[in-house]
């Protein structure tokens, strides 16, 4: 499988995705709350997998511009259709990645992703790439799955369900792990928080300065 594929997988999956409901709506609105605090007025936001576009529509009232970004085309074409519905200055939406907006892209005061990192194909260019997308001193907020940590049946099924088309690709890293390839990216971590108000499920919420 290749970047492509992964696009196309989340393409088929776009509309099913977007009809879904928040598994935690009370751990999603506390990383919400928690992102909103550490944002400025002033800030340019980079979102990156931001799927149908729901979080970049909540967040991005808080601050200047904010550009939400996904590989999938599919995704964006539903996040633009909300925004239609929900008009709000300042946010666009684009089909792209962190690798592709290096080289054009002006400085970020903040990039988030949520539920990201795991589904990107190499950890560590991802992370070299949005530390070179932020200004000096600027944030890296994420959250998402270590499937390293997860039931390890779940490790075992996840390559015979991408084998069927019936997942994407999904790195496995540990939340320790995760943290130190994020400080050798060239950053410092600020906190480490857990916003699931149920079950066990591994998202650390990571909040990290760029030195």
């Not at 605090?37 to 967040?59: P, Y």
Request: charged share 20%; glycine share 6%; hydrophobic share 45%.
């Amino acid at each position: 499988m290749t970047i492509a594929s992964d696009a196309r997988f989340w393409d088929r999956a776009s509309r099913t995705y977007a009809s879904g409901p928040v598994a935690d709506q009370a751990g999603y609105q506390r990383t919400l709350d928690r992102t909103s605090a550490l944002l400025r007025r002033s800030d340019n936001v980079l979102e990156l997998g931001c799927g149908t576009g729901t979080t970049a529509l909540l967040l991005a009232g808080h601050v200047q511009a904010y550009l939400a970004t996904d590989i999938s085309a599919a995704m964006i074409a539903i996040a633009d259709e909300k925004l239609l519905a929900h008009p709000t200055p300042g946010l666009v939406f684009r089909a792209t990645t962190a690798e592709a907006l290096v080289p054009i892209a002006p400085p970020f005061d903040a990039v988030l992703g949520f539920n990201y990192l795991h589904l990107v194909r190499d950890l560590h260019d991802t992370l070299r790439c949005i530390h070179a997308l932020l200004a000096p001193n600027a944030l890296f907020i994420t959250k998402t799955p270590c499937v390293g940590d997860m039931n390890p049946l779940i490790r075992l099924v996840l390559p015979v369900m991408r084998a069927v088309g019936k997942a994407p690709y999904a790195g496995v890293f540990r939340a320790t792990e995760l943290s130190r390839d994020i400080r050798a990216a060239g950053f410092k971590i600020v906190v480490t928080e857990t916003h699931a108000t149920k079950g066990d499920d591994h998202r650390p919420y990571i909040v990290a300065r760029k030195i």
